[in-house]
């Protein structure tokens, strides 16, 4: 086995098994183990310095032993290496490719000139040269009709047409990743799931400043269609995720809420509409009137004269 394979070889191979064992045994998350933790790294050098050392001393007493033999036995032992020692064809492609005449045959390839002692030989092209400058002009020929005659994609139609396929991915990426909501993509949830979450998410948090049916206390009423700080989805996500005016009471929950979480208590938030509180608090803020609603009769007109009102009577009062 030893004399199979030399010891350039041996080394690196012995010290890759040994190295993927490492990797396959140490469980260090998605990072590489002598990555994420160092002394693998320390050991890994040990390892190798260890089997350097090895070859080193082996080496050494083959050449001590060497010196021991008497020249017969010396000669069938080199012999013996040297028959074993494969690789040979490696050797033999590499000087195919290089296309030289030995050395004891340069005499055929001399050319007769001779510049102040320097003469020039003959020697053919080496042939992964020849081949390669072939190959590059099959190469040539084919770039030139597809791209040129028979118009193929263009690099920029190739950007563009990945760019959309990244768009698309990340869009179908996004449908199926709830928590990566923002307040710029945020929509009003309504699976149970969702809502049921986002109630559990208000009972623990909320309740104690806008009551459990959204009446309100220290927070304002949730359940009227006036709003201080917006009534849709967006606002109400930006407002629990940063918070209320300052000092008014309402903290910014984006360090105590994820996102999703933020998306799903908005979205019970919204519930509240058109409930009726047990100790409803006086409307605070604007009144929002929703888009998909009619409000063009007389009466809503009215009352949002009254409302208006009501609303002018607060603001001094708050100031
Ligand atoms: C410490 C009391 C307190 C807690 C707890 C609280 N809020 Fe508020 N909330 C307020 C106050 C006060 C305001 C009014 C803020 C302002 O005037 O700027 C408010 C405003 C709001 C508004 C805007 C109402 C409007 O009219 O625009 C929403 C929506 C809201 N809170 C939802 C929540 C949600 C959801 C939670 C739980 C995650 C929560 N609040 C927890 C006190 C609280």
């Known amino acids: 086995m030893r004399n199979l394979v030399p010891s350039w070889i041996r080394v690196p191979i012995v010290f890759f098994i040994i190295f993927g064992a490492v990797e396959f045994f ?25 089997l350097i050392a090895i070859e080193a001393i082996v080496g050494a007493l083959e050449n001590v032993m060497l010196h021991k033999l008497d020249e017969e036995a010396k000669a069938r032992f080199l012999a013996e290496k040297e028959s074993s020692v494969k690789f040979t064809w490696l050797k033999e492609t590499y000087n195919k490719l290089l296309g030289q005449k030995p050395i004891e045959e340069e005499g055929e390839i001399i050319l007769d000139h001779n510049y ?14 020849l081949y390669g400058f072939y190959i590059s ?22 950007l563009e047409t990945e760019l959309v396929e990244a768009r698309t991915a990340i869009e179908a990426y996004k449908k199926t990743a709830k928590g990566l909501v923002d307040v710029n993509t945020v929509t009003q949830l309504t699976e149970a799931a ?30 009227d269609k006036h709003w201080i700080l917006g009534g849709d989805i967006k606002s109400i996500f930006k407002t629990v995720s940063e ?4 000092g008014k009471g309402m ?7 994820k996102p999703l979480e933020i998306a799903q208590v908005a979205s019970y938030v ?35 004269a009254i409302e208006t009102v009501v609303d002018s009577t607060q603001v001094t009062l708050a100031n």
């Open 26 to 50: 140490i469980d260090s998350g998605d990072k590489p183990a002598f990555v994420e933790y160092p002394v693998v790294m320390l050991f890994l050098l040990l390892v190798l310095l260890i």
């Open 194 to 223: 969702d809502l049921s979450a986002g109630k559990k998410t208000f009972e623990t948090n909320c309740v104690a400043c806008h009551m459990a049916d959204g009446g309100g206390g220290i927070g304002p009423n949730l359940t």
């Open 116 to 129: 102040d002692g320097i003469k020039e030989l003959d020697n053919d092209l080496p042939p992964w040269w």
């Open 243 to 246: 918070g209320g005016r300052s």
């Open 137 to 158: 002009i099959v190469f040539a020929a084919v770039y030139l009709l597809r791209y040129h005659v028979f118009n193929g994609p263009s690099q920029i139609d190739e």
């Open 270 to 304: 919204l519930t509240f509409q058109g409930t009726t509180p047990a100790n409803p608090k006086d409307p605070e803020g604007d009144l929002m009137v929703d888009d998909s609603s009619e409000t063009t009769s007389d009466e809503s007109i009215e009352e949002t």
């Open 251 to 257: 903290i910014a929950w984006k360090t105590q809420l």
